[in-house]
């Protein structure tokens, strides 16, 4: 991760540079990785979700 | 609350490709919806509050998956300008059709939805023509100003057709097929926040909006939302190269369609 940030640093103002890295650097199996941040993120987005329905549930 | 499963599916398959097509979640789902037997204020208030979240929720997943840098920070980065400005022009456009709509300014409904529906049928035809070119696009903000303002005129009149028109305007400016999905799911997010307000003045004017569809709808986009954005980080460029052209072809079809079948 910290490899293809440094890479994307060098031509930052280039719209679309990280994806573009990504997809030179790593083949599809290595993107397919999960990292634990991005486990983070989306344990987050489920517990929102399950606030949102309760939400829903109490109000509809 | 009911959640009704063939909703659920229809949701997640069409912010699936909403999100790593960046279109067709309003294109498509509201005809169908129609068809299935619902009515507009069962539809439209309901898919602009989900694709609202979903929208947002999409765009920070495909940061997250690192399809797209968004910053909030400065120095602010080119992909949230270009999405900022989408954005603006988009909010501007919903609320402009809104107060069209108040005053009952009848625009000949069937004439501009099949003037975008043509538009979006050659801009796909022009994406598929253009695999066959080598030569990688610059970046061209001029060109994808006049897309902004062209799809933002045509939602301003109520015509639809914002997210195929932008986002191929995006692809035709030069910008990265991963990267203008990205943009334009995160534009869109922020575009349907006008929406719903506008849909709440609305509603306080005595329309009543009927909230039955939105935990489905919200539950099959909800998931579509995060697992989209890693699809596209996984699927080599290339294919999203062919899937979005032929994906627009087919929301021209389907705009045309509609102005035959209702």
């Given at each position: 991760?910290?490899?293809?940030?440094?890479?994307?640093?060098?031509?930052?103002?280039?719209?679309?540079?990280?994806?573009?890295?990504?997809?030179?650097?790593?083949?599809?199996?290595?993107?397919?990785?999960?990292?634990?941040?991005?486990?983070?993120?989306?344990?987050?987005?489920?517990?929102?979700?399950?606030?949102?329905?309760?939400?829903?549930?109490?109000?509809? | 609350?009911?959640?009704?499963?063939?909703?659920?599916?229809?949701?997640?398959?069409?912010?699936?490709?909403?999100?790593?097509?960046?279109?067709?979640?309003?294109?498509?789902?509201?005809?169908?919806?129609?068809?299935?037997?619902?009515?507009?204020?069962?539809?439209?208030?309901?898919?602009?509050?989900?694709?609202?979240?979903?929208?947002?929720?999409?765009?920070?997943?495909?940061?997250?998956?690192?399809?797209?840098?968004?910053?909030?920070?400065?120095?602010?980065?080119?992909?949230?300008?270009?999405?900022?400005?989408?954005a603006g022009i988009g909010c501007f456009a919903i609320f402009f059709s809104v107060i069209l709509t108040y005053y009952s300014l009848k625009l000949p409904k069937d004439v501009i939805k099949t003037y975008v529906g043509i538009l979006v049928l050659l801009?796909?035809?022009?994406?598929?023509?253009?695999?066959?070119?080598?030569?990688?696009?610059?970046?061209?903000?001029?060109?994808?100003?006049?897309?902004?303002?062209?799809?933002?005129?045509?939602?301003?009149?109520?015509?639809?057709?914002?997210?195929?028109?932008?986002?191929?305007?995006?692809?035709?400016?030069?910008?990265?097929?991963?990267?203008?999905?990205?943009?334009?799911?995160?534009?869109?997010?922020?575009?349907?926040?006008?929406?719903?307000?506008?849909?709440?003045?609305?509603?306080?004017?005595?329309?009543?909006?009927?909230?039955?569809?939105?935990?489905?709808?919200?539950?099959?986009?909800?998931?579509?939302?995060?697992?989209?954005?890693?699809?596209?980080?996984v699927l080599p460029n290339k294919i999203w190269k062919l899937v979005i052209p032929i994906y627009a072809i087919s929301m021209g079809i389907l705009t045309i369609s509609k102005v035959f079948l209702f």
């Amino acid at each position: 991760m910290e490899e293809i940030n440094s890479q994307t640093d060098v031509f930052q103002d280039e719209i679309g540079s990280i994806a573009k890295v990504l997809d030179s650097k790593m083949t599809a199996v290595e993107r397919m990785k999960i990292t634990k941040h991005n486990l983070k993120r989306i344990s987050m987005a489920i517990i929102f979700y399950l606030i949102t329905m309760l939400i829903f549930a109490a109000l509809l | 609350m009911e959640l009704i499963l063939y909703i659920i599916l229809l949701a997640f398959l069409f912010e699936m490709m909403d999100s790593s097509a960046g279109m067709g979640f309003g294109t498509g789902l509201t005809p169908l919806l129609f068809l299935i037997g619902y009515d507009p204020l069962q539809v439209v208030p309901i898919l602009l509050i989900s694709e609202a979240v979903t929208g947002i929720t999409s765009g920070m997943f495909h940061h997250e998956f690192q399809n797209v840098r968004f910053s909030i920070k400065r120095p602010i980065s080119k992909e949230t300008k270009i999405m900022l400005m989408i954005a603006g022009i988009g909010c501007f456009a919903i609320f402009f059709s809104v107060i069209l709509t108040y005053y009952s300014l009848k625009l000949p409904k069937d004439v501009i939805k099949t003037y975008v529906g043509i538009l979006v049928l050659l801009m796909g035809i022009i994406g598929v023509f253009r695999l066959k070119s080598k030569v990688r696009d610059t970046y061209k903000p001029k060109l994808l100003a006049g897309f902004a303002a062209l799809a933002g005129f045509n939602k301003g009149i109520g015509a639809g057709g914002y997210g195929p028109v932008v986002m191929m305007g995006q692809l035709f400016s030069g910008i990265y097929e991963k990267t203008a999905t990205a943009i334009v799911s995160l534009a869109e997010g922020f575009v349907c926040i006008v929406g719903v307000a506008a849909f709440l003045l609305i509603s306080s004017y005595g329309v009543t909006i009927d909230f039955a569809l939105l935990p489905s709808i919200f539950t099959g986009g909800f998931l579509a939302a995060i697992l989209s954005p890693y699809i596209v980080r996984v699927l080599p460029n290339k294919i999203w190269k062919l899937v979005i052209p032929i994906y627009a072809i087919s929301m021209g079809i389907l705009t045309i369609s509609k102005v035959f079948l209702f």
